[in-house]
């Protein structure tokens, strides 16, 4: 049962990235900002939640909640900065776009960077157990899948619109017979150095 907030006297943003394991792509974070009395019986932890029930949430956030915003930090950049400075930029940029300034910052995980003097509070698989960041948790997925799907578009051979550039076997088989493109992450371990990948 996910919790409508983490206190009461200050508004909340739950905060949350899509994309930070993956090989190929951007890494995308969202900030969304709730209702207190906001609930749907769908939501939930986004990797809990089937794709057809993600999209259906997405227009319910986005409808409903008082602010929300989504950003995005690029492949190059993640290769110049790492993937964890980019994630914790990538929520900063959401951040810099709501439209309501929150009290409070709840962030799915267990580090983060602050933000301006705003107050934050690192919670494991937030996403699990607060709305607002399970909120952001369906944001930032489902607008991820939907760059995937475009870039899969350019380089179907990857598989994208199947695995959005997680390191399945088909995308690192994939990355054997065709090589990396423009896409993919330099900076991860494309291919692992065991051989009995398949």
Same mark, same amino acid.
């Given at each position: 049962? @996910? ?62 909640? !008082? ?16 993937? @964890? ?9 959401? !951040? ?98 065991? @051989?009995?990948?398949?």
């Amino acid at each position: 049962m @996910l919790q409508p907030y983490y206190q009461d006297k200050k508004p909340e943003a739950g905060c949350d990235e899509a994309g930070r394991g993956c090989l190929a792509g951007s890494v995308f974070a969202a900030a969304v900002i709730l209702p207190k009395k906001f609930s749907h019986p769908l939501l939930n932890d986004s990797k809990q939640v089937t794709e057809a029930n993600r999209n259906i949430l997405r227009q319910v956030i986005e409808e409903k909640a !008082l602010a929300f915003a989504v950003a995005q930090v690029d492949h190059e950049e993640i290769d110049r900065i790492n993937i @964890l400075k980019a994630s914790f930029k990538a929520m900063h940029l959401a !951040l810099d776009k709501l439209t309501k300034k929150p009290g409070l910052l709840l962030i799915d995980g267990n580090r983060f960077v602050p933000y301006h003097k705003i107050p934050h509070q690192c919670i494991i698989h937030g996403d699990a157990l607060y709305r607002s960041i399970a909120a952001a948790s369906i944001l930032a997925k489902t607008y991820r899948d939907e760059y995937m799907l475009q870039l899969h578009e350019e380089f179907p051979q990857y598989g994208w619109d199947k695995n959005k550039g997680y390191g399945t076997a088909v995308h690192r088989k994939a990355i054997i017979e065709h090589g990396p493109c423009v896409y993919h992450r330099k900076s991860f371990t494309l291919i692992p150095p065991q @051989l009995d990948l398949f």
